[in-house]
């Protein structure tokens, strides 16, 4: 394996840990916003717009994680 390639991997890795902690926030983020709702913070109607939000950020982190799994191998 060539420096440059140990470096993308790391990059990679690197990339993937700050993914998952990212997904992480969107959780707790979901969760606050529930607590909220239920707190009457929110209408309903705000909690769907922001829970779309969360879901396809969500969606995207996902998307992204799994083409570095694909890249590390490890898919």
Do not use: P, W
């Not at 060539?2 to 997904?23: C, D, H, P, V």
């Not at 979901?30 to 709702?37: C, D, G, Q, V």
């Amino acid at each position: 394996m060539t420096t440059q390639t140990t470096e993308s991997k790391a990059l990679l890795k690197i990339r993937y840990a700050a993914l998952g902690k990212a997904f992480e926030d969107i959780r707790k983020q979901r969760t606050n916003l529930l607590s909220e709702l239920r707190n009457g913070v929110l209408d309903v109607n705000e909690y769907r717009k922001e829970i779309q939000k969360l879901v396809e950020r969500g969606n995207e982190i996902r998307t992204n994680i799994e083409l570095i799994e694909i890249q590390l191998g490890v898919a």
